[in-house]
């Protein structure tokens, strides 16, 4: 789970993080409150959406404004957030396509003197948490590891001795910190470090995390995101989900127990298993066209589940075919064919469909879909299946 950059503000702030001054707003009257609340001097509006890259971002009826702007007065606050809100933002993390920004966050205006790297996530090889930092902030982490790997500093956490001050004061000093910013530094890494391990997040990004002219250091940007299997010994996180920032087909999978990852693909899977359903993704790239989505039903799909995994595959408008790929082992296949054969009946199939299955009951399972008429076409196995439904699609796309 994402949250805010304003929400992770809060959080990391409860754990002694610095951070500078400012509100949430969803109006442009209340933007100018805002404003004149903060003293009525420099400030700046940002817009909050999951994804980053919004100073460099631009609204797609206002090219020249981006998601992060400096303001000088409250009536400019008002007037910005009159062309932010409700607007789409494209920034490079969002894609063309953009995001709607709903909300704004009006924080006080900061003078920069350096601007720093700083993050906390997961290093699965090391099977620690590892802290990252940079003195070329600002510029995002992916384009750094590929133009200036050299800059990235790190220092990976026993988890059974938590982080030490040292480690900290040596990561602080690799990136150019001097004096007193030392252990300004050692005080941001372990408030970033409780926060992470107590709230079992998956990353805390702080980018750039700066050096004020007045020689403090301040998390002008953040980043939080949660580990999902994490959330029920968290129910306060809870409150911070922002649903209108999720994809709606995972929020509807969820709900009823599927694993679905939505891609940009055009031909919907149905597997059951993880590992089967990234086999069938690979397979069906290999035959040329792109999966819709990664749909993993579970070992002990039901009736209801089939059915509503055909429900979000079907209202994916750019869906143009469907495989079904099931390996029966404690799952029955001649089940799964009855819930299939009665998912197709009710929502009505509007696209080729395969249907390939294997193991326990396969005859069985094979008849009923004889027997009930189905518009489908059987494969005999997974290379056979992928071939079909490429073909089909082609074949409908040509017509
Ligand atoms: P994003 O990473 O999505 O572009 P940031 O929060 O990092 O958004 O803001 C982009 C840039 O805007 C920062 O690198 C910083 O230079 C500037 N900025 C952000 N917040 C402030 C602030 N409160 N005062 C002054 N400058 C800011
Ligand atoms: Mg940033």
Redesign the pocket.
């Known amino acids: 789970m994402n949250i805010h950059?304003y929400q992770a503000k809060a959080v990391l702030k409860s754990y002694g993080m610095p951070v500078?001054a400012g509100q949430v707003v969803q109006s442009p009257d209340e933007a100018r409150d805002a404003v004149r609340a903060l003293g009525g001097k420099l400030c700046?509006v940002?817009a909050q959406i999951h994804a980053?890259?919004?100073?460099?971002g631009h609204f797609l009826d206002h090219p020249d404004l981006g998601?992060?702007k400096?303001v000088h007065s409250p009536d400019e606050a008002k007037a910005v957030a009159y062309d932010m809100l409700d607007r789409v933002l494209v920034t490079k993390q969002t894609g063309p396509k953009g995001r709607v920004v709903h909300k704004l966050y009006v924080?006080?205006?900061?003078d920069?003197e350096r601007?720093l790297y700083f993050s906390l996530l997961v290093d699965r090889t090391l099977r620690r948490i590892v802290i990252v930092a940079s003195d070329a902030g600002?510029t995002s982490i992916e384009d750094m590891a590929a133009k200036t790997p050299e800059k990235i500093h790190k220092v990976s956490v026993d988890p059974a001795l938590g982080l030490a001050d040292h480690q900290a004061r040596e990561l602080a000093t690799r990136i150019g910190l001097h004096g007193p910013l030392i252990n300004g530094f050692a005080k941001v890494a372990r408030s970033a470090y409780e926060a992470f391990v107590a709230l079992d997040a998956s990353l805390v990004e702080t980018?750039?995390l700066v050096v004020t002219k007045q020689g403090d250091l301040v998390a002008?940007?953040a980043k939080m995101a949660f580990d999902d299997n994490g959330l029920f010994r968290h129910r306060e996180l809870l409150e911070l989900r922002d649903e209108s920032e999720e994809d709606p087909r995972e929020r509807e999978a969820e709900r009823f127990g599927l694993s679905y990852v939505g891609l940009d693909g055009t031909i919907g899977c149905m597997v059951n298993g993880a590992g089967l359903a990234m086999a069938t993704m690979d397979i069906i790239r290999e035959e040329g066209e792109n999966p819709a989505n990664f749909l993993d039903v579970g070992g002990g799909a039901s009736k209801e589940k089939v059915a509503a995994a055909f429900r979000i595959l079907l209202a994916d408008p750019h869906i143009e075919g469907i495989l079904v790929n099931i390996f029966g082992g404690i799952m029955r296949c001649d089940l799964i064919a009855g819930a299939v054969i009665d998912a197709c009946q009710k929502t009505g199939c509007r696209v080729p469909l395969v249907i390939r299955l294997a193991g326990t009951r396969v005859k069985e399972g094979m008849a009923l879909i004889e027997k009930s008429g189905l518009d489908a076409i059987v494969a005999t196995d997974l290379g056979d299946a992928a071939r079909k439904i490429v073909a089909a699609v082609r074949a409908r796309r040509a017509a």
């Open positions: 950059e500078l700046v940002k980053g890259g919004r100073g460099k998601g992060v400096l924080e006080a205006g900061c920069i601007e600002g980018n750039p002008l940007d």
